[in-house]
């Protein structure tokens, strides 16, 4: 006859291992389903993608510019 422990330790191995085997296949789900959407409509993807690269890349030449420049010098106000 089994023991309380041996039960809940089986299903506890068996929950993490359909956890684990199942992380593969929501990826590959996720996957279809994003690239499903890409092809469908790929204006409602794009559009998003070239605003976020634009912010980005905003981002990015104003902080190669600010190192670039000398420190100014505070102003004296007289």
């Known amino acids: 006859?089994?023991?309380a422990d041996g039960t809940l330790g089986a299903l506890l191995v068996g929950a993490i291992a359909v956890i684990c085997c199942a992380g593969?296949?929501?990826v590959a789900a996720i996957g279809t389903a994003a690239l499903a959407a890409w092809f469908s409509k790929p204006v409602y993807v794009l559009i998003p993608v070239v605003?976020?690269?634009a912010g980005i890349g905003a981002?990015?030449?104003q902080r190669v510019h600010a190192r670039?420049?000398?420190?100014k010098k505070a102003l004296k106000h007289e």
Not at 68 to 71: H, I, L
């Open 59 to 61: 981002v990015w030449l």
């Open 68 to 71: 670039r420049q000398p420190e």
């Open 1 to 3: 006859m089994r023991t």
């Open 51 to 53: 605003i976020i690269a």
């Open 24 to 26: 593969p296949l929501l």
